[in-house]
Structures are given as C-alpha cells and as structure tokens.
C-alpha cells in the first residue's frame, strides 16, 4: 500500500495569512494526487485533481503543486470559510489511500 | 448533476452484516463514463477507501477488508450496495458513497460528488 503522510497535522493561522499543507506519498505516484476539503458534519469536497488542476467552482485561492512523492496545497490568502480539515489521496493504485488530515484552525 | 444518498441500518450489533445502499440520481449506474466506490471514515479520524465497482460488475476492494465486502450494482434501481460481514466495533464509522471517472485501467482517479454520510453504529 502507498502511506500518505500529511504536515502539519493542524495548524492556526489569521484569516488572509498564506497557508501550505504537504503531503508525501511512500513511493512515485506521478501526478496521481488529489486534495478535498471537509467541514465538520459535511462529506469532503474535492478542491484540487491531479496534483494542480483546480476543480470546477473552485476558489482560485487554492492551488496545489508537486509530482513524484512531494506534493503541497496551498491557501494564498485565508478566508473564514476555509476552516476545515484538508486530506490528500492518491488515485495512482489500488488500495485508495488518503493522508491523515491538516486541521486548519483560527488564530 | 450527478446526486448520491446513503440509506441503511444506524445500528448493526457485532458479528453481523452491514448493508448499505447508495442510490444514485441525476444520472445513470450504467453509465460508462463512472466508478462507484464506497469510502469510510470513523468517528474523529481519516478516510479509508473500502472498494469501487464498475457497472459491468468489475469490483476493486482494499485487501484489508476484501475478505469481509462486498460492492454490488443494481440497474434496474439505479442503486449500488455495500456488505461488510462479521462486523465489530472498529467499524463504525460514517459510510459515504461517492463516484470517480471512468479510467481504462480501473478507479484511479478523485471522489465527485459524494453522498452526504451515514453514520453506522456497531454495537449490541
């Protein structure tokens, strides 16, 4: 199985700070990444396909970068609603796997 | 635009089958163009992908639970299904159904839409 492992696993940041969430596959998974976005109570929400395609409706404040093993997600400018955890999978093979989540809390 | 809906049993007792059905609108299940997959998450932590299906009947499952699952597909209800045998308390958790674009080599690719999540208690 691919481990994917997410950092932080939460972080605290002022609504407009500029935020990055990594997350690192156990072996090459090309551009096999993709990151969702979950509110509490709600189902996750993909924000970013294939490592940096920007999935439709989307907030273009999200981006993702990153190919092989390192890949990053980032909020260029923090806004209220953004409050969430954050998962990355890789879709490059079978078993599905998903990091352990970044909480993205207040400061 | 596609639209997924969870429904089953909140509260399976230990030992027993989990069964779960997820129907589908806004479209077809026998649509070429889909994966339908089934992802877990427990209470207060991570998602764990359980297994997808194609509607031709080729089924992925995670080995850590392919002795237990089962994902079927039913057309004529537009519905797919999950069954998840001898359950215990380590499966509870909120059940989601979700689909993923077709791939030719198998469901390798992101989760859109999801359903909303059930929340399925193991417990006597």
């Known amino acids: 199985d691919i481990q994917m492992t997410q950092s932080p696993s939460s972080l605290s940041a002022f609504v407009g700070d500029r935020v990055t969430i990594t997350c690192r596959a156990s072996?090459?998974?090309?551009?096999?990444l993709n990151w969702y976005q979950q509110k509490p109570g709600k189902a996750p929400k993909v924000l970013i396909y294939?490592?940096?395609s920007l999935q439709t409706g989307v907030p273009s404040r999200f981006s993702g970068s990153g190919s092989g093993t390192d890949f990053t997600l980032t909020i260029s400018s923090l806004q209220p609603e953004d409050f969430a955890t954050y998962y990355c999978?890789?879709?490059?093979?079978?078993?599905?796997?998903f990091g352990g989540g970044t909480k993205v809390e207040i400061k | 635009q596609l639209q997924l809906q969870e429904s089953g049993p909140g509260l399976v007792k230990p030992s027993e089958t989990l069964s779960l059905t997820c129907t589908v609108s806004g479209g077809s299940i026998s649509s070429s163009s889909y994966y339908w997959g089934w992802i877990r998450q427990p209470p207060g932590t991570g998602l764990e992908w359980i297994g997808s299906i194609y509607y031709s009947g080729s089924t992925y499952y995670n080995p850590s639970l392919k002795s237990r699952v089962t994902i079927n597909v039913d057309t004529s209800k537009n519905q797919f299904s999950l069954k998840l045998s001898s359950v215990t308390a380590a499966d509870t958790a909120v059940y989601y159904c979700a689909t993923s674009d077709y791939s030719n080599y198998g469901p390798y690719n992101w989760f859109d839409p999801w359903g909303q999540g059930t929340l399925v208690i193991v417990s006597s």
């Open positions: 072996q090459t998974i090309s551009s096999y």
């Open positions: 999978q890789q879709s490059y093979s079978t078993p599905l796997t």
């Open positions: 294939s490592a940096s």
